[in-house]
């Protein structure tokens, strides 16, 4: 079945920590994206990439870092230099239709500091 | 600047009831697109529909219909007969067209409650 998938769907963190969520999808979506919710809040954008070796920072990148090695994967690094980041992260990914841009979405994972 | 609003932030319905979600859009293009997401207690945001700047046909799928109205710039949800299983948070979307992504806008999103 064709999807996102997210891991691990909860994860622990000490401070002072870097922590490194997964995102993997086999749809042959151009672009992914990651987004950060916190509790009663919208959705906020950290990074994205429209393709394979290029990204782009978004509203909220700082303390965050990403890669695209692979079409297929965008893993997100929350460093330590993220002052707060217990909070739900999804994954999202979009077909590169000129600008037509529905995203479909993983199933998150949720990262508490201890 | 894009923004969406989502006046209301939480509703509670009696199963059976219908209930519809309000939300304004601002945008300075003449092309964009509305998107309606769900968002269930596991958390994985559902894609619900998408509605291009054109077409302001109003559409119905099964007990879920929107209404699209540019001159209002209101994009409202409605669900008929509600039931518990769509007890979720929904957000409404706004996207520019040509910036592939970036500009991608979320609501705050409306916790609806259906009660049994």
């Known amino acids: 079945d064709g999807g996102i998938t997210q891991s691990p769907k909860y994860l622990f963190r000490k401070e002072g920590q870097n922590v490194t969520l997964s995102c993997e999808q086999n749809l042959n979506h151009d672009a992914m994206y990651w987004y950060r919710q916190d509790p009663g809040q919208g959705l906020r954008l950290i990074y994205y990439?429209?393709?394979?070796?290029?990204?782009q920072k978004g509203d909220i990148a700082e303390g965050y870092s990403v890669s695209r090695e692979k079409k297929e994967s965008f893993p997100l690094t929350v460093t330590s230099a993220q002052k707060n980041p217990t909070a739900f992260y999804l994954c999202?990914?979009?077909?590169?239709?000129?600008?037509?841009?529905?995203?479909?979405f993983g199933p998150g994972t949720r990262l508490t500091v201890l | 600047a894009q923004k969406v609003t989502q006046a209301q932030t939480e509703i509670s319905v009696v199963e059976k009831e219908d209930v519809t979600l309000d939300c304004v859009y601002e945008?300075?293009?003449?092309?964009?697109?509305l998107f309606w997401y769900k968002q269930p207690p596991s958390g994985e945001l559902v894609f619900l529909i998408r509605?291009?700047?054109?077409?302001?046909q109003n559409e119905i799928s099964g007990r879920y219909s929107w209404n699209f109205q540019k001159s209002t710039s209101s994009f409202n949800f409605t669900i008929t007969a509600s039931q518990v299983v769509d007890s979720a948070v929904y957000f409404c979307?706004?996207?520019?067209?040509?910036?592939?992504?970036?500009?991608?806008?979320f609501g705050p999103g409306t916790r609806l409650s259906v009660l049994p």
């Open positions: 990439s429209q393709i394979v070796n290029d990204f």
């Open positions: 509605r291009n700047s054109f077409d302001e």
């Open positions: 999202a990914s979009s077909p590169r239709e000129g600008g037509t841009d529905t995203q479909y």
């Open positions: 945008t300075r293009d003449t092309t964009y697109y």
């Open positions: 979307a706004l996207s520019e067209a040509n910036n592939y992504g970036q500009n991608f806008v």
